[in-house]
Every structure is written in C-alpha cells, then in structure tokens.
C-alpha cells in the first residue's frame, strides 16, 4: 500500500471518528437538555410547547433545565432573534408554575444565544417552599384521585383549590405558591396553582392569559377530560359573594359559554372546548327545562345545601326562573325545606345562564 493510500484510510477513518463523537455530543446534550428540563411524558402534559417550532422547543427545554438548576446563566441551544427568545420565556413563566422563584423581569436583545436569569428567592430557600406547595397537592390530589371518574376528578381539584384560598393581594398572589401555601393569589395565582396540581395528578392542562371586560388582563384554565377539552376558572368560582363555597358556573365549560373570556393568541391558540356533556350542571342533572321545575329540583337537591346552583335551558327559561325566584314563595318554601333557612338571596350568571342560591 502505498503511502498516499494509507493517509486517505488515516483521513477518513479520522473523519468517521469525528463524526461519531459529534453525534454523540449532539445526543448527550439532547438528553441532558431532556432529563433537566422535560421528559416526553411532560411534554406530551404541555399543549403550549407543542405549538412550538423544533427550535422553540429546545430552547424551552434549555430554560426549564437551567432554571430548575438555578442557573444564573444559561448558554442557549442556537442564535435565537429576541423575538423568539421572548415568546418562549414567556411562555415558560407561564406555564411553568414550579418556578415561582423566577422573576418576571428577564434579559432580551436583538440576537441571543446566552442570558442571564433573574431570580427573586435565594435557591437556599427554594426547597423547603416546594415542600410546602407539595404538602398541600397531595393533600388536594388525595382526595381527587378517590375520585369515581374524571369529572369527579378535576371537579375536586377546582373545589381544592378555591378552599385554600381567597382573592387577595399577597406576595406571591400571582403564583401557585402564594395560592396554595399563602393562600393568597390573584387570577394568575388561581391559575398556576390549579395547573400545578393538575401536573401531579397527570392531566393535560394549561394556564390560558388573555381578558376580560374592557381588555382587562385575566389567566384561566384549559383542562383536558375523557380526551375532550373544557375551560375552567377557578378564581370566578371562588368569588367572596358566594361566601366561601365554590360554584361552579365556570367549571368543565365549552367556549359558547365563555364568550366574556378572550384568549390571548399571540401566546398560542388554545384547543377548541366545544363539548357541552361536562359541565357540573349537566354530570347532576340540574339544567332547568322549565321554570316551575325549580322548587322541586331544589328540593331533590344532593350537595352541600349552602349553596344551590342551576343552569337554566336558554334565555327565556332562565328570565321565566329570574321572576319565580323573586316573586313566588314556592322557591322560599323549597329552600327552607333543604337547609332550614327562611330566607335567601339569589345571584345571576346571565352569561351561562345561570341562577346561584344562597340560603341565610
């Protein structure tokens, strides 16, 4: 063999042996990127992330595995413009809600391949507040998963939720911990925790930002159940007139029923909630066809008798049931008969049509 013969096998056999130590850094890099932030299981939980480009979706891993290891900088998987950069760490802020020690203010520029990342909380401390967060899931989570069906399931995590907490300011009132642990939170606060505990217990779900109002800023829920998808808003069920008790007029809804809640599609497009079977009013059977139905569906009422809910069937249905409740003593009669009470006080959803009774 000659040797210009043997300098070509040396180059090429060389060439081979590089690229199988590329393929392999490639490849352990993936896996660190996976094991640190998201395992396919976790990402298949995270609707958001799968609208994401491949590219998007490497960088989402990247900053899920940095924050979690409380990096202060985090070298990034390519050259990403600010744009992207900025679409994707907000989406981690939201729809991360164990990273309750990050900060909302970031680092951003016109083309970024590394950042440094701000945290509010010392990692020393971080342990012990997931602990606490942890503690109240799984005492949540215990009582869901003896749950008889998914309905069941997610209708107990709602009501675990509202029963931890109120709307209040707090200093962490937009995030799961000061819901769950402080039991202070606002919408975003309600949101995340909800979302947290959904992660724990395996089910599909996602923090939806967008408004309400006059473009008043609000964040709910998507939660998937039986494969089908519904909207939830916990933080509208566990509003103070309903003195403490959860109702349940925006729980397991379709989206003809959240007309007042707009999403925010430049963060992504939610799924399509078009099933209607769900709702808590249509699981207990409590859709009024017709108005003079009402007292002795109250009377047949199941649940806790503080508070009585009902959907009415369609508009005329539920203003004929408006002027029942407030002129005719067979509803007065109907709610002493379940709770003792001798009077009432009867609040409105005209949204989703429905009539929330409270004895007193």
């Known amino acids: 063999m000659s040797q210009r013969s043997k300098w070509i096998i040396v180059g090429t056999l060389t060439s081979l042996l590089m690229a199988m130590l590329g393929m392999l850094v490639f490849n352990l890099g993936w896996l660190r990127i996976a094991r640190g932030g998201l395992t396919k299981a976790e990402a298949a939980l995270r609707y958001p992330y799968q609208q994401l480009t491949k590219r998007e979706q490497a960088l989402y891993r990247t900053l899920c595995a940095g924050i979690e290891n409380y990096e202060e900088t985090i070298s990034l998987p390519d050259l990403y413009s600010g744009a992207e950069y900025d679409r994707v760490f907000l989406q981690v802020m939201m729809q991360e809600p164990q990273f309750f020690y990050l900060d909302s203010v970031y680092e951003t520029g016109e083309q970024i391949n590394k950042v440094k990342m701000i945290y509010d909380i010392p990692q020393s401390e971080i342990t012990g507040m997931k602990a606490h967060m942890d503690a109240v899931a799984d005492r949540i989570l215990a009582e869901a998963n003896d749950a008889s069906s998914e309905f069941q399931r997610l209708r107990k995590i709602h009501d675990g939720i509202a029963a931890c907490c109120e709307y209040s300011d707090g200093e962490y009132q937009d995030e799961a911990y000061g819901c769950l642990v402080e039991g202070k939170a606002k919408c975003e606060g309600y949101a995340k925790a909800f979302l947290y505990v ?4 395996g089910i599909n779900a996602m923090n939806v930002p967008g408004t309400i109002g006059k473009d008043e800023n609000h964040v709910w829920n998507i939660a998937e159940m039986d494969g089908k998808y519904y909207n ?3 933080t509208w069920d566990d509003d103070a007139k309903y003195r403490g008790l959860p ?5 397991a809804q379709p989206d003809s029923q959240f007309v007042d809640h707009r999403a925010d599609l430049n963060a992504f497009t939610p799924p399509a909630c078009t099933d209607d079977t769900h709702t808590y009013y249509s699981m207990f059977r409590l859709v009024v066809g017709q108005a003079s139905a ?4 109250i009377e047949s009422w199941k649940d806790d008798p503080a508070l009585i809910e009902f959907q009415l069937a369609d508009k005329a ?4 049931t408006a002027e029942l409740i407030a002129n005719k003593p067979d509803v007065r009669n109907a709610v002493k008969t379940i709770s003792g009470a001798v009077n009432y006080r009867a609040i409105a959803d005209e949204t989703r049509n429905v009539i929330v009774i409270l004895p007193s």
């Open 198 to 201: 959904c992660r724990r217990a």
């Open 294 to 297: 009402l007292p002795g569906m």
């Open 232 to 234: 939830v808003d916990v």
């Open 247 to 251: 109702a349940h007029n925006c729980f």
């Open 317 to 320: 249905v539920y203003e004929e």
